[in-house]
């Protein structure tokens, strides 16, 4: 009897632990024999950096092995959670240079934060494919073009990709002219914004609309100069606006600013009668509006991968319910578009002309995928794709939008010569004019602030690809050779902060590096970051990859600078965006306060805060922070 219980007390473990140490070890050993016979440093790592118990707690283990005696667990500091955000990439620069291997169980993995290795990946894309396993949580309404490789991709690419195509972009203000696919409604809708007197009643005017509702007091009249509301949540706003504009772009949905003042957050915007906001009146009269839907299941991503649907539907917590809820209603939506799309085409009431055709993403793409049976997308990939988009299209957006308004904040010289470009912009436009589209190539500083916002603060801060077959690359003219299934890891934050392509102020924030003289040629094997602008600093092909590059670049870059560009001259055209001080602190203090919790970050979906700058919009010359 002792027996048989000590077989169970010792063979459960030893069958369960048995297989892992086993790969623990094999791997680790195999992948160190490895990094030796290769010219490229190497860093050892005790852990598998995948683990989700690694993600979840290294930072808080992680100070223990610090204080270990003889360095014994300096390698944690690798292994950390946003390790690279952390450290700025410096440390691995100081200790192992720009590229290495980081050797441990699982496999030796080749980190990269090199311009010209990194171009080499991003146009090899055959050899070095997206890591889509990193992916498989956006395919939780289907594939799309964020999630899948190779044949599928190109196949989601080919029929998203006309729609933001920057091609296209002329086509709005060129409405005599037919594509099968007109600019989805981006500068249309962006710059329609702007046209609509900020009394709430455009739907479009979300610009107007966000600003009034930052200066408004609660009652909804305008606020005396300088006792404007505090801004408390300042990335529930800019998700707010990015959302709307992105859902039209995708959808054709046309949302309403959902407050008057910051100052009464509990008074709710009512859409003017008639005013449908989602566009679909069955699921709209079931229940919540699209933008809260797809909210609700962004935020809670995690729990509808972990639990199956049913359990969902009946669990007593509410938050599961909720979540479960907001899918099946965002799914719905969805479904009941793509219906009414299909329907239209197969009537033959829309012809494919862009005059006729509302030019979303959605009508572009069932439009591209029926009748197309193999070569188009199902129903679920339509979804799916609708989906990625919007999530990719908004928060990147958002926190972009975020971070610059409070760079804007702390540094009052840049917001200055933010507020002269727009002075000059306006300057040239007779009374009664808008901005049009021909304005945002003058947007030069804002670009430049936008860049600088990306390159300090990237959303998307690594780029994982794994190698297809052995490849060998070119490195400080050697030649590297990486095993097949090797994972190879672009590291966004190093490269986009390393002192060899952005100099000694390398970690500072200095829009004006990106302001060229008309003198101004770029240098070979450089890049155009905005090709609107007249002479914008073009970095080494590489050094700048927040929209990431080669085949795999974002569909959304040309949308989200004309989307920033427009929201900055909205804003900042009337107002200066100013930091709240606390009772007793000082302008410095507060600053300095703002800058690290600007700092304190951590990625979810796209890297965010952790905490809340609070700010104000005060009117101009009613600023109280110091100009210098
Ligand atoms: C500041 C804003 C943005 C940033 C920093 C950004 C950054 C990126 C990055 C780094 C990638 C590559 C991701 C990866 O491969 O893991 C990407 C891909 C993508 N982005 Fe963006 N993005 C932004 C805005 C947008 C917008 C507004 C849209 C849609 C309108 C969009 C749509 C996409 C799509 C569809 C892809 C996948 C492309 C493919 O794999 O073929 N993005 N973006």
Same mark, same amino acid.
């Given at each position: 009897m002792l027996?048989y219980?000590?077989?169970?007390?010792?063979?459960?473990?030893i069958?369960?632990f048995?297989?892992?140490?086993?790969s623990?070890?094999?791997?680790?050993?195999?992948?160190?024999?490895?990094?030796?016979t290769?010219p490229?440093?190497s860093?050892t790592?005790?852990?598998?950096?995948?683990s989700?118990?690694?993600?979840?707690?290294?930072?808080?283990?992680?100070?223990?092995?610090?204080?270990?005696p003889?360095?014994?667990?300096h390698?944690?500091?690798?292994?950390k959670r946003?390790?690279?955000w952390c450290?700025?990439g410096?440390l691995?620069r100081?200790e192992v240079?720009?590229v290495?291997?980081?050797?441990?169980?699982?496999?030796?993995?080749?980190?990269?934060?090199?311009?010209?290795?990194?171009?080499?990946?991003?146009?090899?894309r055959n050899d070095?494919?997206?890591?889509v396993s990193d992916?498989?949580?956006l395919n939780?309404?289907?594939?799309?073009?964020?999630?899948?490789?190779?044949?599928l991709?190109?196949?989601?690419r080919?029929i998203?990709?006309?729609?933001f195509?920057?091609?296209?972009?002329?086509?709005?203000f060129?409405?005599?002219?037919?594509s099968?696919?007109?600019?989805?409604?981006?500068?249309?809708?962006?710059?329609?914004?702007?046209t609509? +007197?900020?009394?709430h009643?455009? +739907?479009?005017?979300q610009?107007k609309?966000?600003?009034a509702?930052?200066?408004?007091?609660?009652?909804?009249?305008?606020?005396?100069?300088?006792?404007?509301?505090v801004?408390?949540?300042?990335?529930?706003?800019m998700?707010?606006v990015t959302l709307?504009v992105i859902?039209?772009?995708?959808?054709n949905?046309? #949302?309403?600013?959902?407050i008057?003042s910051v100052? #009464?957050?509990?008074?709710?915007?009512?859409?003017?009668?008639?005013?449908?906001?989602?566009?679909?009146?069955q699921s709209? +009269?079931a229940g919540l509006?699209?933008?809260?839907?797809f909210d609700t299941?962004m935020?809670n991503?995690r729990?509808?991968?972990?639990f199956p649907?049913?359990?969902l539907r009946?669990?007593p917590?509410k938050i599961?319910?909720i979540t479960?809820?907001?899918s099946?209603h965002f799914?719905?939506?969805?479904?009941e578009?793509?219906?009414?799309h299909?329907?239209?085409?197969?009537?033959g009431?829309t012809d494919?002309?862009?005059s006729?055709a509302?030019g979303?993403l959605?009508?572009?793409i069932?439009k591209?995928?029926?009748?197309?049976?193999g070569?188009?997308?199902?129903?679920e990939?339509?979804?799916?794709n609708i989906?990625?988009f919007?999530l990719a299209?908004?928060? +990147?957006?958002?926190?972009?939008?975020q971070?610059a308004?409070?760079?804007?904040?702390?540094?009052?010289q840049?917001r200055?010569?933010?507020?002269?470009?727009?002075d000059?912009i306006?300057?040239g436009?007779?009374?009664?004019e808008?901005?049009?589209?021909d304005?945002y190539g003058k947007?030069?500083?804002?670009m430049a602030l936008?860049?600088?916002?990306?390159r300090?603060y990237?959303?998307?801060?690594?780029?994982?690809?794994?190698?297809t077959?052995?490849?060998?690359?070119?490195?400080?003219?050697?030649t590297?050779s990486?095993?097949?299934?090797?994972?190879?890891?672009?590291d966004?934050?190093?490269v986009?902060r390393?002192?060899?392509?952005?100099?000694?102020?390398?970690?500072s924030?200095?829009?004006?590096?990106?302001?060229?003289p008309s003198?101004?040629?770029p240098?070979p094997d450089s890049?155009n970051?905005?090709?609107?602008h007249a002479?914008l600093?073009?970095?080494p092909k590489?050094?700048f990859?927040?929209?990431n590059g080669?085949?795999?670049?974002?569909?959304?870059?040309?949308?989200?600078q004309?989307?920033?560009?427009?929201?900055?001259?909205?804003?900042?055209?009337g107002?200066?965006?100013?930091l709240?001080?606390?009772?007793?602190k000082?302008?410095e203090e507060t600053?300095?306060?703002?800058?690290?919790?600007?700092?304190?970050?951590r990625?979810?979906?796209?890297?965010r805060m952790?905490k809340?700058?609070r700010?104000r919009?005060?009117?101009r010359?009613?600023?109280s922070?110091?100009?210098?």
């Open positions: 027996d219980l000590s077989l169970i007390a010792y063979g459960i473990p069958l369960y048995g297989p892992y140490l086993l623990y070890f094999t791997t680790l050993f195999a992948s160190r024999r490895f990094a030796k290769s490229i440093p860093v790592v005790y852990t598998w950096r995948d989700i118990l690694v993600w979840l707690f290294s930072p808080y283990i992680a100070p223990f092995f610090e204080c270990l003889f360095r014994l667990g390698w944690v500091l690798y292994v946003d390790f690279s450290t700025k410096d691995a100081k240079g720009d290495y291997w980081a050797v441990g169980p699982g496999g030796a993995q080749l980190w990269v934060s090199d311009a010209d290795l990194i171009t080499q990946i991003v146009h090899r070095f494919v997206k890591r992916y498989a949580i939780i309404f289907g594939f799309n073009v964020v999630t899948t490789e190779g044949a991709w190109q196949r989601h080919k998203t990709g006309p729609p195509n920057e091609k296209n972009s002329s086509l709005v060129d409405p005599h002219r037919k099968p696919y007109s600019y989805p409604m981006l500068v249309q809708q962006l710059f329609g914004m702007l609509v +007197t900020p009394n009643e455009g +739907t479009h005017a610009g609309a966000m600003l509702s930052f200066t408004y007091d609660a009652e909804g009249n305008e606020s005396p100069a300088g006792q404007e509301p801004v408390e949540d300042l990335i529930h706003w998700m707010t709307n859902s039209s772009a995708s959808l949905i046309n #949302a309403v600013w959902p008057h100052a #009464a957050k509990n008074y709710k915007f009512k859409p003017p009668s008639g005013h449908n906001n989602s566009n679909l009146v709209n +009269t509006p699209f933008q809260e839907s299941v935020n991503i729990i509808l991968i972990a649907a049913w359990i009946n669990s917590f599961m319910r479960q809820q907001s099946d799914s719905k939506y969805m479904h578009l793509i219906s009414a299909k329907a239209k085409i197969e009537s009431s494919g002309d862009s006729s509302p979303d959605l009508s572009s069932v591209a995928s029926t009748g197309n049976k070569t188009g997308l199902s129903e990939e339509m979804v799916g989906f990625v919007t299209g908004h928060e +990147t957006t958002a926190t972009t939008l971070s308004l409070i760079l804007l904040a702390c540094e009052p840049v200055m010569e933010v507020q002269k470009e727009i000059e306006w300057a436009k007779k009374t009664g808008d901005l049009t589209y304005d947007m030069r500083v804002i936008m860049l600088e916002t990306l300090v990237p959303p998307v801060v690594m780029l994982p690809k794994i190698t077959a052995r490849s060998s690359v070119t490195y400080n003219n050697q590297i990486i095993p097949a299934n090797s994972r190879v890891l672009i966004v934050v190093s986009q390393n002192p060899k392509y952005w100099g000694p102020n390398n970690h924030f200095v829009p004006s590096r990106w302001l060229m003198s101004y040629t240098p890049n970051e905005s090709p609107a002479n600093f073009c970095p590489g050094a990859i927040a929209f080669g085949f795999r670049a974002c569909l959304g870059r040309k949308f989200a004309v989307e920033f560009c427009t929201l900055i001259s909205v804003l900042l055209r107002h200066s965006v100013e709240v001080r606390e009772k007793g000082g302008w600053r300095a306060k703002a800058l690290v919790d600007l700092d304190d970050r990625t979810g979906v796209a890297m952790n809340k700058v700010v919009f005060v009117k010359g009613m600023e922070s110091p100009l210098a």
